[in-house]
Each structure stands twice: as structure tokens, then as C-alpha cells.
């Protein structure tokens, strides 16, 4: 059983920066695809970032790219989403998943593909 939890969310004025992290507790989360997924109010749930094991491959939403960064340090367990230049539609409660393989894009993309998740972390953006 791998457990998630996030951290590093708040509030911020358009144009800052945020970073999240995602931390395995109790378990190593080093072999396990990592993804981070956003929900805002009365929308789905949706792809943000998602980052292989070995660092190899990371993907992108398109409205993201260029502004968030995603990461690990697997030293210390953690997956990080560097956020900058956010944007008031950044607003969501964001969340990280696992899941131990993935061999397309769409693996990475689709929530329902992926095994575990955190509690989530509220991001607000104001304008």
C-alpha cells in the first residue's frame, strides 16, 4: 500500500509561485510513476503533470507548459510540481497519484489509470 501526501499548497496573487510536494509515507515511491492531477469546482479532474521513475520522460497539460516544472528527488521520497507564472485558472485542489507502469502517453494522462492518490492540496490564485 503506498501512501501519498501533498503538501505546499495555498494562496498566491496572479503571477507567483507555488511549489507542491508529494511524499511517500511509510513507503518508497521511487519506482512508481508519479502524477500530479488538479479538480476545480464543478469541473473533472484533470491531467497536470506526470513524471517516469527514472526521470526519463515527463509530460505536460498544454495550458501548464512552459510555467510548471515536476520533479523528484527520490533521496527523499518526494515528487515536487514547481508552479510559476500562476494564473487565477490555476485554482484547484490539486493531488498527486502512483502507479508502477506506464507505456504510453495515455497511461500517464488518465486518471482511472492510476492506483494510489494523496488527500489533495487546495491551490487558490487570486487575480
Known amino acids: 500500500q503506498v501512501q501519498l501526501v501533498e503538501s505546499g499548497g495555498g494562496l498566491v496573487q496572479a503571477g507567483g509561485s507555488l511549489r507542491l510536494s508529494c511524499t511517500g509515507s511509510?513507503?518508497?515511491?521511487?519506482?512508481?510513476?508519479i502524477g500530479w492531477f488538479r479538480q476545480a469546482p464543478g469541473k473533472e479532474r484533470e491531467f497536470v503533470a506526470g513524471?517516469?521513475?527514472?526521470?526519463?520522460?515527463?509530460y505536460y497539460e498544454n495550458s501548464v507548459k512552459g510555467r510548471f516544472t515536476i520533479s523528484r528527488d527520490n533521496a527523499k521520497n518526494t515528487v515536487y510540481l514547481q508552479m510559476n507564472s500562476l494564473k487565477p485558472e490555476d485554482t484547484a485542489v490539486y493531488s498527486c497519484?502512483?502507479?508502477?507502469?506506464?507505456?504510453?502517453?495515455?497511461?500517464?494522462?488518465?486518471?482511472?489509470?492510476?492506483?494510489?492518490w494523496g488527500q489533495g492540496t487546495q491551490v487558490t490564485v487570486s487575480s
Open positions: 513524471i517516469s521513475s527514472t526521470v526519463r520522460n515527463t
Open positions: 497519484a502512483a502507479r508502477r507502469i506506464a507505456t504510453s502517453y495515455t497511461d500517464y494522462i488518465q486518471p482511472r489509470r492510476y492506483d494510489y
Open positions: 511509510g513507503s518508497t515511491i521511487s519506482s512508481y510513476i
